[in-house]
């Protein structure tokens, strides 16, 4: 993909599990806990086992929406991503993994599948233990923990994401994304570009639905590929920061990316 990845993000993991049912003595009504929200903008660390491997730790990023959908990144740009399904404080997920760009994982393979159990504290902290297959059969164990970030609790709107960005750590006009009114567009030096939406999907919450296709691209399969995801934005830093993680398939094959670009 032409488009630049944005290094560091985060390794995949989430929640999953049974609900609690509470009781009561006698004749009382049983009232079942209301499902946790596991909504959020999540940071920590995630653990890598597998056989004959030292146990791996690495920094991660997540981007979890009010619907239960989510993008988690590692360090080395490896993006786990699916949808949650919640009960009262637990979730389950089966997700699928695929590594940075260009990469692949230890044993050569592009992609893996995955389930996964945890708990969620609400707009706290997210535990979760995770069993990851690559395509060609190697399995690794995972646990996470992350913290919740407010800055997930910043108003979503068009008029705060419209901007002109650049790829962040690139010289002006490198790569370059415009969105205006909901409208996404990307280009880059080599004539390779891509359009697209923007949308919100809670306006109460810092987290965007984001998808677009690329086109005129000299890399062989890019033109005509569909990505979808999520889009956040760091409006606290210097210069705002774009930050979404997406994915899509190739011939059949999943792949995804993460990215940073810096508002200009």
Not at 91 to 107: C, E, I, L, N
Request: charged share 10%.
């Amino acid at each position: 993909m032409e488009i630049r990845a944005c290094q560091p993000l985060v390794l995949m993991l989430l929640v999953g599990s049974l609900v609690a049912c509470g009781g009561g003595g006698g004749n009382a009504p049983v009232i079942a806990p209301e499902d946790a929200s596991a909504g959020g903008i999540w940071t920590g660390t995630m653990t890598v086992t597998a056989t004959g491997v030292p146990p791996a730790t690495q920094n991660i990023l997540g981007l979890v929406s009010e619907t239960g959908q989510f993008h988690f990144i590692s360090d080395d740009g490896a993006q786990y991503f699916g949808t949650l399904t919640i009960s009262g404080r637990n979730a389950t997920s089966k997700f699928v993994g695929v590594p940075s760009p260009g990469a692949t994982f230890v044993d050569g393979s592009v992609s893996g599948t995955g389930t996964l159990n945890g708990t969620i504290q609400e707009r706290a902290t997210l535990t979760a233990t995770a069993v990851f297959t690559t395509a060609n059969n190697a399995v690794s164990n995972v646990s996470m923990t992350v913290q919740y970030d407010r800055s997930y609790e910043v108003n979503s709107s068009l008029a705060a994401v419209d901007g002109n960005y650049t790829a962040k750590g690139s010289p002006p006009g490198t790569d370059t994304i415009t969105i205006s009114n909901g409208q996404f567009s990307y280009a880059d030096n080599t004539g390779c570009l891509a359009n697209g939406t923007v949308s919100i999907i809670d306006a109460r919450y810092n987290l965007y639905n984001v998808e677009f296709t690329f086109a005129n691209c000299s890399t062989p399969g890019q033109n005509g590929l569909q990505l979808q995801g999520l889009l956040t934005i760091y409006a606290t830093s210097n210069p705002n920061l774009l930050v979404f993680a997406v994915h899509g398939t190739v011939q059949g094959t999943p792949v995804a990316a993460s990215f940073g670009y810096e508002r200009t």
